[in-house]
């Protein structure tokens, strides 16, 4: 290819792969999606890319941008088309303890920022289970959520600046780190979870939090959904607004968890229906300073709402992690959905939202849709019920694509019933390029068209992704 | 005008202004900007804007939306254009006490959504001087700020869905009351902050948040700017991030104040440079509940910090509300800016937002240039220092047009030097749209070009705003 060889007089020939070098990239991670890239290339720094994208633009040749590879969508997928990695742009420049934020690349591991950001006693707050080898690129291309939306937002709200490599080959300089910025049309959350379709994102400015100083970390089993959602609420006025986490694992996950990981525990003796990991982040001072009597504030409440709740039967049964191999243990549970969700059968998985208070009759109405379909399928949940963001996989008893198609089918209805979205947090890469066509309103799909050929005029941005042709 | 009388038969003919009936819109309240609007129209439905819009679409027409008519930028200037009110689209459909969230047309008034809020003990935390007349569809197509941004978020960060009448009429419905949905890119935050340049907004969900049970409320006096940001951080650290509001007042401010309104009062005996109102929400119960002594957490937590900086000469003075009626009189001074600010001499105003460490360095760096221009010139500052956002106003001695574009001039050049943004929470509007021409990266004003052409190919949507032709 000759564009190949043009690319490689830039950055380097052993920085364009082909064949064994791109395999890896040829294939996702969860194995559903297999493409074909005419070469892998990993430049150095977004001048590079830009020198990339001018050659890509002459000459009409699709680029596709990856990070970390962990999408669950397939919007890396690439056939016919180049694939970009940006991994190489991996360098905090800079971490600004007074103004908290950090100034990274779009190639830094997310793990490797909550790191930078502890050195000075901050975080950043987004996590998930593939922080080790997520990158702030795809995190931003996604706006990816995971487990402390609740309290610090999706990753949209934890970006005040962008800089971003367009189709032609300029580089567009947001990189404010301003948390007011008022100065035209907003094209950084445009940006924000475009898939790569509008451009390619080289950097960014985030926002840091100030570390909690305490944690109090509790597994509780609630009779009901309705049960969950009062205590949420309850912990949430009794700290001001300090729940990290409120993520629901019903009898079906815990069951699954200890058949498939090896070593997995329970939570409880007993086993119940509802089960909540619940996490609480005390950032004052005197909520994180032990008393006396040595115990530590933001633990002790919960220890008392809890034995309070469990008296008049809110509550079921709880443990509070005593020390942070203990709380470790009650994450590892709920962040190996990941594994437990993509092993064994065969399986249909979604991400989706509902309000809050519509999962439970998310739940009730779902199962006899899908037994319909087959009735030896077997449902798996796992949800951040916070955000009423759940991911529901079926399991099913035979490899049928048809019958698969009538279970995504079956969860968009009810999803839809329920005034939800059918995509939450993973985003729409392929798998859900057809539910856009059908589900979203046409005209904010044609105004996405618009905007899309405006930005991206020979459509060479990650084609064939997001937005569903007319 | 034929399109009058056919816009006539769709929404009535009361409800088409002309002559005298559409003064109010000929010019805006700060009395800067002065149009000639072929009409007013107060339509009373999305359906009826649609219409509006397919009849404008057909024929060209430019239309300018207006709600509240309180902008300061001049955004709603129209000029051989219709001038659209939403202000007849005043319902609040629908407050969901459990999901937290308000339906509302973009007619509703900002401080009616406090009250419909309040009713339910909930708020809208979005404040500022003017909410007894700005409306919804302005507060979001400006993308407003004001004074609790430190603790809630813009405008942009309070919103969850919209309804918006496109150039052609279409409809389109992004009326999510989700906190997760990525389903393609979001034209949710586009719209927001566009000042109407892409869409008539006609309806939102809105976020609604926790009332605070207690508020602390202060005026306090410190030595410097940097006394004032350690005040903040460590408010911030014992609250566990309670502070709602921030807002610097200095001797200038508090001075013209006393010599402008009617009645008011110098906050402290003595007169300092750096003043500061703080404002911290307690929203956990424990915070808020009185003790045995009948002290509030909140405000004894306040009294005792404080008590420590006056020793150690952190802190010069200080008072905390007493009650509300002391609080309201701390608040009425900070939100009598607007009228402080534009009676009297002839004045340049700005909107600017740099650092927050860089406030100090902007005061210090602007006077000097300014006095070069005008050695006379009196500067008048109030700003929402939690945000680095200043509002900066200079009184000139003598009515130069030069040299007022001369000053503003000199406020940008300092604020781009400091890494900040020539518009902060106002918006571009036409005041600033030549300072977007030369100061806004030239990618993204391409970009904005693009996508203003894209969703509004006749370029009848508030033309010759924000966004500056090349």
């Known amino acids: 290819m000759d564009i190949c060889n043009e690319i490689a007089a830039i950055i380097g020939s052993n920085r364009v792969l082909t064949g064994t070098d791109a395999a890896p990239y040829a294939t996702d991670w969860t194995g559903q999606y297999k493409g074909a890239p005419l070469a892998v290339l990993r430049p150095g720094s977004a001048q590079e890319i830009s020198a990339i994208m001018k050659l890509a633009y002459a000459t009409g040749t699709p680029v596709v941008p990856v990070s970390g590879h962990t999408g669950l969508t397939g919007a890396t997928l690439a056939t016919d088309a180049l694939v970009l990695s940006v991994d190489r742009l991996n360098k905090i420049d800079d971490i600004d303890v007074a103004g908290r934020t950090a100034t990274v690349g779009a190639g830094v591991i997310l793990s490797s920022l909550h790191d930078a950001a502890d050195a000075h006693d901050l975080i950043f ?10 990158m702030i690129g795809g995190v931003l291309s996604t706006n990816a959520g995971g487990s402390n939306v609740l309290r610090y937002g999706n990753t949209r709200d934890l970006c005040l600046g962008l800089e971003i490599v367009m189709a032609d080959g300029r580089i567009m300089n947001l990189m404010s780190a301003l948390h007011k910025d008022n100065s035209g049309l907003n094209l950084r959350h445009l940006m924000i979870g475009a898939e790569g379709t509008l451009g390619i994102i080289t950097a960014a400015v985030m926002k840091l939090k100030p570390k909690p100083r305490a944690y109090a970390t509790a597994m509780i089993a609630v009779p009901s959904l309705d049960d969950a959602l ?14 990290e986490a409120f ?14 990981m090896e070593g997995a525990k329970p939570p409880f003796e007993n086993s119940y229906d509802v089960n909540i990991l619940i996490e609480i982040g005390a950032t004052a001072q005197r909520d994180a300073t032990p008393g006396p009597d040595g115990q530590i504030p933001v633990v002790a409440n919960l220890e008392e709402a809890l034995g309070t709740m469990l008296e008049d039967g809110r509550v079921l049964d709880a443990v509070i992690a005593q020390n942070e191999s203990q709380r470790k243990e009650m994450w590892r549970r709920r962040e190996e959905a990941g594994e437990i969700l993509v092993k064994g059968d065969p399986f249909v998985n979604t991400d989706i939202a509902v309000p809050l208070d519509k999962v439970a009759t998310f739940e009730r109405e779902i199962t006899p849709r899908l037994k319909a379909i087959d009735p030896n399928c077997v449902e798996v949940i796992v949800s951040h019920l916070g955000d009423g963001n759940i991911h529901h996989t079926t399991f099913v008893s035979r490899n049928d694509p048809d019958a698969m198609k009538a279970m995504v089918e079956a969860v968009e209805d009810v999803v839809q019933e329920l005034g939800g979205s059918f995509s939450a947090e993973h985003g729409v890469g392929i798998s859900k390029l057809d539910t ?14 618009a905007i899309k050929a405006a930005l991206d005029p020979k459509g060479i941005l990650n084609p064939g992704k997001v937005i569903p042709p007319t």
């Open 125 to 134: 707050p987004l996590t998930f289970g593939a922080r080790g080898s997520a």
């Open 230 to 243: 009062s205590l949420l609420h309850t912990m949430q006025d009794s700290t001001g607004g300090a729940v």
């Open 436 to 449: 856009m066509r059908r589900r979203k309103d046409p005209v904010a799909l044609d105004a996405m068209r």
């Open 247 to 260: 993520e629901y694992m019903p009898r079906n996950y815990i069951d699954r968890h200890v058949a498939i």
